[in-house]
């Protein structure tokens, strides 16, 4: 039986261990430990599955609780997959602020996994990388 708590404070090494298992780690600076602590720890909205004393899941999201929901991370473990553990942790992320639309970017490997669940595809979102600059707009030649 699948345990979903939202008030667990989780080690380093309890987050590694899942993202690793769930190949979210190949995208998460997981080998970085303050910047991989600091991204546990700034997230205001986490949800976590249990398989009794085993991390399975976790919904890793910051919120406004009013407006916007950005679900930085959706990770299961590839043994606990198609169980319906993914659903469950977004629709209780989704439950912690229901005014919010709940925003997400998918990793390729879950395109198509997305629109199943009920999500809409918006063409519009935009990415700034970390070392890339705010251009400047250059002024409007004078007439």
């Known amino acids: 039986m699948i345990v979903y708590r939202n008030?667990?404070?989780?080690?380093?090494?309890?987050?590694?261990?899942?993202?690793?298992a769930?190949?979210?780690?190949e995208?998460?600076?997981?080998?970085?430990?303050?910047?991989?602590a600091a991204m546990l720890a700034n997230a205001n909205l986490t949800v976590t599955a249990w398989d009794e004393e085993l991390l399975v899941g976790i919904s890793r999201a910051?919120?406004?609780?009013?407006?916007?929901?950005?679900l930085s991370d959706l990770a299961v473990r590839l043994s606990?997959?198609?169980?319906?553990?993914?659903?469950e942790l977004m629709r209780r992320t989704q439950s912690a602020a229901p005014q919010?639309?709940?925003i997400l970017?998918?990793?390729?490997?879950?395109?198509?996994?997305?629109?199943h669940v009920g999500f809409t595809h918006h063409p519009q979102a935009w990415l700034?990388?970390?070392?890339?600059a705010i251009a400047c707009a250059l002024e409007e030649p004078k007439r």
């Open 105 to 115: 970017l998918a990793a390729p490997a879950a395109e198509r996994y997305y629109p």
């Open 128 to 132: 700034l990388r970390p070392g890339e």
């Open 7 to 20: 008030d667990v404070a989780l080690t380093l090494e309890q987050a590694r261990d899942l993202y690793r």
């Open 27 to 36: 995208r998460r600076p997981v080998d970085d430990d303050a910047r991989f």
């Open 22 to 25: 769930s190949t979210l780690a």
């Open 100 to 102: 919010a639309t709940l």
């Open 80 to 87: 606990h997959q198609r169980r319906g553990i993914g659903q």
């Open 62 to 70: 910051l919120s406004d609780f009013s407006y916007a929901t950005y």
